[in-house]
């Protein structure tokens, strides 16, 4: 059973940081992305970022430029650097891990509880 936990969050003002983490621990077969999703308040739940174990990112456009997502594949660690933050950032921040199962046929999902990001003066 994989466990995902994420970190990190809290109340920071508009231009602030804030960086988050999010570990996943007992895997027994590869993982192969782990992805930010993002759910604001009455909004519905985004993808924000992805990082694959071979090094490939991606963003969701209103973020580029001010998010940056990085990995520790040996320690199944993913972080997510916030900079430039807004108040539409604004949400809970939920992890998602894709990883392999026992047979390698199939792809397995794993989320986090998430972390809640407030962006206010």
């Known amino acids: 059973q994989v466990q995902v936990v994420e970190s990190g969050g809290g109340l920071v003002q508009p231009g602030g940081s804030l960086k988050l983490s999010c570990a996943a621990s007992?895997?027994?077969?590869?993982?192969?992305?782990m992805r930010w999703h993002r759910q604001g308040p009455g909004k519905q739940r985004e993808l924000v970022a992805s990082?694959?174990?071979?090094?490939?990112?991606r963003y969701e456009d209103s973020v580029k430029g001010r998010f940056t997502v990085s990995g520790d594949n040996a320690r199944n660690t993913m972080y997510l650097q916030m900079n430039s933050l807004k108040p539409e950032d604004t949400a809970v921040y939920l992890c998602?891990?894709?990883?392999?199962?026992?047979?390698?046929?199939?792809?397995?999902?794993?989320w986090g509880q998430g972390t809640q990001v407030t962006v206010s003066s």
């Open positions: 998602e891990v894709i990883y392999a199962s026992e047979s390698g046929t199939d792809y397995l999902t794993a």
């Open positions: 990082f694959s174990t071979a090094g490939n990112t």
């Open positions: 007992g895997t027994t077969t590869p993982i192969y992305v």
